[in-house]
């Protein structure tokens, strides 16, 4: 069975919702953050911190290509994996993506109330939230809207499931 593949903004849901998603499919799980705070055995924040965001992305790339086609997977991405190197095209040849289209107001609302969550890009206390997060929304929205599937909203895992249905 395809992969599918779920990306958006952060907080936008990817990782909570994708769980949700492989549990009603009977698919397994992944998160792409989680394999590379794996494999690096460091956090996201460190990752940046130490070797800096070039490095991480070609981590990211690294990790999406051991990701084999057919393996009735749901695969969570970090927020930015599609809009680097050839990412997106990767993830449509081997999968079904799905565009979570959160609204910035609500991903700020939820970064700020989750202010533990290891973002090193976003800053729940930046007064700049809401604007560097609607300019970043603008910048990846040209990656984003190549997905298969794109759902608008404050998204339910029954809601994808649902728009999932006729690409199974
Ligand atoms: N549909 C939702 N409704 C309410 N809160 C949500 C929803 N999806 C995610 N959240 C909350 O927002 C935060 C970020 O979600 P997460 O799944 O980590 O997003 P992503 O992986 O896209 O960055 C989490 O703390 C989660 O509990
Ligand atoms: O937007 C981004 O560039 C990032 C989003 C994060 O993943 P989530 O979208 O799951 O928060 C994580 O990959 C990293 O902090 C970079
Ligand atoms: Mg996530």
């Known amino acids: 069975m ?5 990306i958006g903004m952060p907080s936008s849901g990817k990782s909570t919702l994708g769980k949700r998603i492989a549990k009603a499919l009977h698919y397994r799980f992944v998160d792409t953050d989680k394999l ?7 956090s996201i924040a460190t990752i ?14 690294r990790v999406l290509r051991t990701i084999r086609p057919g393996n009735s997977l749901v695969v969570s991405t ?23 289209d959160v609204p910035v107001d609500v991903l700020v609302r939820r970064m700020v109330a989750h202010a533990q969550e290891d973002r090193p890009l976003y ?46």
């Open 78 to 100: 970090g927020g930015g994996m599609p809009c680097f190197h050839d990412n997106m095209a990767y993830i449509n040849a081997t999968g079904v993506s799905v565009f979570l």
């Open 123 to 168: 800053s729940p206390n930046d007064p700049e939230l809401l604007k560097s997060l609607q300019q970043r929304y603008v910048s990846r929205l040209p990656f984003y809207s190549q997905a298969h599937i794109i759902v608008h909203g404050e998204t339910s895992a029954d809601d994808v499931l649902r728009q999932l249905g006729e690409w199974l």
């Open 48 to 61: 940046f911190a130490q070797s800096g965001e070039a490095y991480f992305r070609e981590a990211e790339c």
């Open 36 to 42: 590379i705070v794996r494999n690096e055995n460091r």
């Open 2 to 6: 395809k992969n599918i593949f779920l």
